[in-house]
C-alpha cells in the first residue's frame, strides 16, 4: 500500500514562498503520477498541481499557473511543490495524491484517486 505524508505547511505572509513535501513509502512512486490539491475551509477540494510518473508533464490550475511549482525525485520517493508570491487566497490544506499512470490534463484531478496524505497545513497572513 502507498503511504504518503505531506510536511513543509506553515505561516506564510502574502508575496513569500513556501516548499511543501510528500514522501512515500511501502510502495515505489516511480509508476504514480503526483498530485497536490487544496482544501480551504468551507470550500470545495480543488486541484492544484500534477505531474507524470516520469516528471516530464506537469499541469497547473490557472490560479497558480505561474507562482507554483510541482517537481518530484523518483530516486528519492519525494515530490513537491514551490509555492511562489503566495497570495491570500492560497491557504488551505494541502494534500498529495498520488494514481498509477500520467497526468496529462486538468481531467486528471477529476479522476479517481486512490492514495491521498492526510494534508499539510497552509496559513497565508501577514
Known amino acids: 500500500q502507498l503511504r504518503l505524508v505531506e510536511s513543509g505547511g506553515n505561516l506564510v505572509q502574502p508575496g513569500g514562498s513556501l516548499e511543501l513535501s510528500c514522501v512515500s513509502s511501502g510502495w515505489t512512486l516511480d509508476l504514480y503520477a503526483i498530485g497536490w490539491f487544496r482544501q480551504a475551509s468551507g470550500k470545495e477540494r480543488e486541484g492544484v498541481a500534477c505531474?507524470?510518473?516520469?516528471?516530464?508533464?506537469?499541469i497547473y490550475a490557472d490560479s497558480v499557473k505561474g507562482r507554483f511549482a510541482i517537481s518530484r525525485d523518483n530516486a528519492k520517493n519525494t515530490a513537491w511543490l514551490r509555492m511562489n508570491s503566495v497570495k491570500a487566497d492560497d491557504a488551505a490544506n494541502y494534500y498529495c495524491?498520488?494514481?498509477?499512470?500520467?497526468?496529462?490534463?486538468?481531467?486528471?484531478?477529476?479522476?479517481?484517486?486512490?492514495?491521498w496524505g492526510r494534508g499539510t497545513q497552509v496559513t497565508v497572513s501577514s
Open positions: 495524491a498520488a494514481e498509477p499512470g500520467m497526468c496529462s490534463g486538468p481531467k486528471w484531478f477529476l479522476n479517481p484517486i486512490g492514495s
Open positions: 505531474i507524470s510518473n516520469t516528471g516530464f508533464t506537469t
